[in-house]
């Protein structure tokens, strides 16, 4: 990006990607696993984020100290290609109907997140986890973008090292919180 309007638009695109794999990941879940289970399910998907951070940064920072960081954003963005491959070829969308929930209504939905609104701001505990985590989850975007430049440029460590080092503690520490 050369200006910050160009910046915006292409993060804007990157919310608009990541906003369709969540959704229908947590949709089929929760069609596929009894609510018993379910908790266990989404657990499992989110641990993904964390291990496909691991992944990304190790191997991302090996990849980029010796064939460079467009090379490292193809080897990272491939998989992605080939899972969504898989998945289509492989997953099927369950009948709909069969899960717990009642049938799609847009009133009820209305209700549902005016209560859960509610909820969310008029408890005061609720509230403040719910900005814990927001300012928790800014916290981490930042050191996902600022904190690998920082250890190359201020300490010279080379893109392997900056990768592994990101990687385990960024990676793992998530996962384990998970």
Do not use: N
């Not at 998907?45 to 992944?55: D, E, K």
């Not at 859960?116 to 981490?140: E, P």
């Amino acid at each position: 990006a050369v200006a910050f309007p160009q910046l915006l638009m292409i993060r804007m695109g990157v919310g608009v990607a990541e906003a369709g794999c969540s959704p229908p990941a947590h949709s089929l879940i929760s069609d596929y696993f009894e609510p018993a289970q379910r908790t266990s399910a989404l657990s499992i998907y989110s641990c993904g984020t964390s291990l496909g951070y691991l992944l990304a940064a190790i191997c991302g920072g090996y990849v980029a100290q010796h064939w460079g960081w467009r090379a490292a954003c193809a080897m990272v963005g491939l998989p992605g290609i080939l899972i969504a491959i898989l998945i289509k070829a492989f997953v099927r969308d369950p009948p709909r109907g069969q899960s717990s929930l009642p049938p799609f209504s847009l009133r009820a939905e209305a209700r549902e997140l005016g209560a859960v609104g509610r909820a969310l701001f008029a408890d005061r505990a609720i509230l403040h986890m719910v900005l814990g985590v927001t300012i928790g989850g800014f916290a981490a975007y930042g050191f996902y973008a600022f904190v690998p430049p920082y250890f190359s440029r201020a300490y010279h460590l080379d893109y392997g090292t900056v990768g592994l080092i990101a990687g385990l503690s960024g990676g793992v520490a998530v996962g384990v919180g998970i």
